[in-house]
């Protein structure tokens, strides 16, 4: 008999990671379209949550009209079960404990975040041609950071002749950008800001304020790939009339598909004896 799994909210991936685990688990879903009666199963053997969904106090379920609390999901867990998530906080680990769960982060699967990364990549690229009106390949773009993000997009468009200049606050971030090509500079000394024809931010942290922002030309585009508190000001871009979109979780929103199945291909591999579930 298949052990059950229930994947509770999500985006659109989550409802392709359903169709991914479908062969090898009884698959139940709650929280978006053409998911199986969640009445018909008592506990599951294995719950998936959707990335940050533990980024409040409620499940992240854009679908659903109620709030679902964050913690009732684990009711639906049976004891000694497994878990799956992203960005679990320390007080639903604690939970989880109590009920002598296996969990496994998705962002300790460092190759499904290095792969997630490219997407958001691909998804920063359309963001970027949709939003100017130049050839991607006589932009001057700047990215803040240098993370895995970072560094996928700085290779996604550094490959189709954008100019990249990275501003990180770490000399080893510098060093490696300078080191495959790019400009880099600290993030208090950036020069020739009102050169840029469009900014990406990827540092969960506000380093990027009005006075800066006051040097952008006022046809700059800026993408903000953060999580919260974001890394721009916001009040100010808008005071500014500048061109702001904050664009979390594009993986799911341009590459719902392949971003769907490679969580179930995570989730697969912890599963037949991985060592990433803790």
Same mark, same amino acid.
């Not at 949550?49 to 679902?68: C, M, R, T």
């Not at 604690?94 to 997630?116: G, H, I, M, P, Q």
């Not at 970027?128 to 560094?151: E, P």
């Not at 950036?190 to 040097?215: C, H, M, Q, W, Y």
């Given at each position: 008999?298949?052990? &059950?799994?229930?994947?509770? *909210?999500?985006?659109?991936?989550?409802?392709?990671?359903?169709?991914?685990?479908?062969?090898?688990?009884?698959?139940? &879903?709650?929280?978006?379209?053409?998911?199986?009666?969640?009445?018909?199963?008592?506990?599951?053997?294995? @719950?998936?949550?959707?990335?940050?969904?533990?980024?409040?106090?409620?499940?992240?379920?854009?679908?659903?009209?109620?709030?679902?609390? /964050?913690?009732?999901?684990?009711?639906?867990?049976?004891?000694?079960?497994?878990?799956?998530?992203?960005?679990?906080?320390?007080?639903?680990?604690?939970?989880?404990?109590? #009920?002598?769960?296996?969990?496994?982060?998705?962002?300790?699967?460092?190759?499904?975040? $290095?792969?997630?990364? #490219?997407?958001?990549?691909? *998804?920063?690229?359309?963001?970027?041609?949709?939003? &100017?009106?130049s050839a991607l390949y006589c932009q001057k773009i700047l990215i803040l950071g240098f993370g895995r993000v970072?560094?996928?997009? /700085?290779?996604? $468009?550094?490959?189709?002749?954008?100019?990249? &200049?990275?501003?990180?606050?770490?000399?080893? /971030? #510098?060093?490696?950008?300078?080191?495959?090509?790019?400009?880099?500079? +600290?993030?208090?000394?950036?020069?020739? @800001?009102? +050169?840029?024809?469009?900014?990406?931010?990827?540092?969960?942290?506000?380093?990027? *304020? #009005?006075?800066?922002?006051?040097?952008?030309?006022?046809?700059?585009?800026? @993408?903000?790939?953060?999580?919260?508190?974001?890394?721009?000001?916001?009040?100010?871009?808008? +005071?500014?009339?500048?061109?702001?979109?904050?664009?979390?979780? $594009?993986?799911?929103?341009? /590459?719902?598909k392949t971003a769907g199945y490679l969580i179930a291909d995570s989730v697969r591999e912890a599963l037949n004896g991985g060592d990433k579930l803790?």
């Amino acid at each position: 008999m298949k052990n &059950t799994l229930l994947i509770m *909210g999500g985006d659109k991936r989550m409802e392709y990671c359903a169709k991914g685990l479908s062969k090898d688990f009884s698959v139940y &879903t709650y929280g978006f379209s053409g998911s199986r009666p969640i009445w018909e199963l008592k506990q599951a053997d294995i @719950l998936v949550l959707p990335y940050l969904s533990l980024s409040g106090e409620y499940l992240n379920a854009p679908e659903l009209s109620q709030k679902i609390p /964050a913690v009732s999901a684990l009711d639906m867990l049976k004891y000694g079960g497994t878990l799956f998530g992203g960005g679990l906080n320390e007080e639903f680990l604690s939970y989880c404990a109590e #009920r002598d769960a296996k969990v496994f982060d998705f962002f300790a699967d460092e190759d499904l975040t $290095l792969k997630n990364a #490219r997407l958001t990549a691909e *998804g920063a690229l359309e963001l970027i041609l949709k939003n &100017t009106d130049s050839a991607l390949y006589c932009q001057k773009i700047l990215i803040l950071g240098f993370g895995r993000v970072a560094c996928a997009c /700085a290779d996604v $468009l550094g490959a189709l002749g954008a100019r990249i &200049t990275v501003a990180a606050r770490s000399e080893n /971030a #510098r060093a490696k950008a300078l080191g495959l090509g790019y400009s880099a500079f +600290e993030i208090s000394d950036i020069p020739g @800001l009102s +050169e840029f024809d469009a900014v990406i931010n990827t540092v969960p942290a506000r380093i990027f *304020g #009005r006075d800066k922002l006051e040097r952008l030309k006022n046809c700059v585009y800026i @993408l903000d790939l953060a999580s919260k508190p974001y890394g721009i000001d916001e009040k100010a871009a808008g +005071e500014l009339s500048l061109r702001y979109e904050i664009a979390p979780g $594009l993986p799911g929103k341009t /590459a719902p598909k392949t971003a769907g199945y490679l969580i179930a291909d995570s989730v697969r591999e912890a599963l037949n004896g991985g060592d990433k579930l803790g």
